[in-house]
């Protein structure tokens, strides 16, 4: 009986794609490299290599220093031996969450904003107006007479959300101002009308948030006052928007460059329904919305050249039982945001599928 082999349309390298088309750490990384030159060849190795590299200028005329680094090399041997005439070389193996020493590498001075040692959590699969971070998979394929033949394939990552994602909660503590005059109130624009002078009292509201934000799911926080026994606070309304800043850095300008918009805000929570707030007593914050997004897919994380840095912004009107108008002196809230669970590795149908539709041909003995 004639044995059969999986052949494909096109050479190179086939995954079981996951649903999402991205992986994070972790996942099965399982697919073949498919070699079937047309005339027959007989093969005595096959690599795979998987590798991360960040690149701040690589779309700049301004900046010639070379500022890619390396951020994740993995390297698995397919076959190495006496000549064989096969067409597919299968492989699994974990995506890893961590980087690791990859060339090429460069001494990176320490700075809050970025890292500058390995070890630290491999960043997104990202691309700016002229920045980037890109994984690829190369198959390297030594044949007896085609010699070496090389096949690249991009692969995206994500981070995701897992057991050792930091579950803890930032408190975030506002004084208040306070107007002794009218205001007429105008959420979209601000206080139209405002007095002249401001009077700061020991009023306070403090807001309660994850410190890390989950793509897909509902903002969850808390907010409380703090007032004096005599007053009573009431919210008119509050503006919850997420805000993404973005850092470059590179071997000509290694302080960095001025953070920039990475993009639009976005509006996560809007209450415009007056609500009195209970002195010192947290309040939902799902239950003052009246409007809710899902948090945006935007993912913030920082390595040797890029960040890209998350902030909510607040934006919130209180009166007092006193007539009083109280509004933020500031409103922004360092956060985190990544992928929810198992973002990656949730397969098509259930079961992974290979991206390129096999055929089978007969093969001769």
Request: glycine share 8%; proline share 8%.
């Amino acid at each position: 009986m004639a044995e059969t082999e999986v052949t494909f349309l096109t050479q190179g390298i086939k995954l079981e794609t996951p649903k999402s088309g991205t992986y994070t750490a972790g996942d099965k990384v399982i697919g073949l490299v498919h070699f079937d030159p047309l005339r027959k060849d007989r093969v005595t190795e096959v690599d795979l290599s998987l590798y991360g590299s960040s690149d701040p200028d690589w779309d700049t005329d301004g900046d010639d220093s070379k500022s890619e680094t390396g951020l994740l090399t993995l390297n698995i041997t397919l076959y190495s031996g006496a000549p064989v005439v096969h067409k597919n070389f299968p492989f699994e193996f974990t995506f890893p969450a961590l980087t690791n020493h990859a060339g090429p590498s460069h001494e990176w001075a320490p700075n809050h904003r970025f890292e500058h040692g390995y070890g630290h959590p491999l960043p997104p699969t990202w691309e700016g107006d002229f920045d980037r971070i890109r994984y690829r998979l190369t198959a390297r394929i030594v044949s007896e007479r085609r010699g070496t033949t090389t096949f690249t394939r991009k692969i995206k990552y994500t981070p995701s959300k897992n057991a050792s994602t930091d579950s803890s909660w930032i408190g975030y503590t506002c004084t208040l101002f306070g107007f002794f005059r009218s205001a007429r109130l105008n959420p979209t624009e601000g206080l139209e009308e405002m007095a002249a002078s401001d009077t700061v009292t020991s009023n306070q509201v403090i807001f309660r948030f994850p410190k890390v934000l989950v793509s897909g799911e509902d903002l969850l926080g808390s907010i409380s006052v703090r007032a004096p026994s005599s007053e009573q606070l009431k919210l008119w309304y509050l503006i919850v928007d997420i805000n993404l800043k973005k850092g470059i850095r590179t071997l000509g300008n290694p302080a960095g460059q001025k953070p920039r918009p990475a993009y639009r805000p976005a509006r996560l929570l809007c209450s415009f329904s007056p609500t009195i707030l209970p002195n010192e007593q947290p309040t939902d914050l799902l239950t003052l919305c009246k409007s809710l997004c899902p948090v945006p897919p935007f993912y913030t994380f920082k390595t040797f050249n890029i960040y890209v840095a998350g902030y909510l912004q607040i934006k919130a009107l209180f009166t007092s039982s006193s007539g009083k108008l109280y509004r933020l002196a500031s409103s922004d809230v360092p956060v985190s945001i990544v992928g929810p669970p198992g973002f990656g590795n949730s397969m098509e149908g259930g079961k992974p599928r290979l991206t390129d539709k096999p055929f089978l041909i007969p093969q001769k003995k």
